[in-house]
């Protein structure tokens, strides 16, 4: 079992930042691959970034290359998400998420975290 607590969020002016931590738990995170996705109002979960905890290797959706960027802190078994230049479009509640293997699909993370709300105002 792999436990995940999200923190960070929060009420941010269009071109502010705002970095998101994933505090995880349970079991070992070696061969994990740590996701953020997120969920505006009425549309469905969309992937955001990802990143392999072992070798680093990450996956960006178009929508934030550039602006966003995933990191690992392996001595605190935390997830960030660093957001900058945001815009109301990135207004979600941002999840954060474990799964075998590196990749984009919300089926294959098996582990979720409670969400935290981002919102950015204009």
């Known amino acids: 079992q792999v436990q995940l607590v999200e923190s960070g969020g929060g009420l941010v002016q269009a071109g502010g930042s705002l970095t998101l931590s994933c505090a995880a738990s349970g079991r070992t995170f070696s061969s994990i691959t740590m996701g953020w996705f997120r969920q505006a109002p009425g549309k469905e979960r969309d992937f955001v970034a990802a990143i392999h905890w072992s070798d680093g290797s990450t996956d960006y959706a178009d929508s934030v290359k550039g602006r966003f960027t995933i990191s690992t802190d392996n001595a605190k078994n935390t997830v960030y998400l660093q957001m900058n230049s945001l815009t109301p479009d990135d207004t979600a509640v941002y999840y954060c998420?474990?799964?075998?293997?590196?990749?984009?699909?919300?089926?294959?993370?098996?582990?979720w975290g409670q969400g935290t709300q981002v919102t950015v105002s204009s």
């Open positions: 998420a474990a799964s075998p293997w590196l990749g984009r699909a919300t089926n294959q993370y098996y582990y």
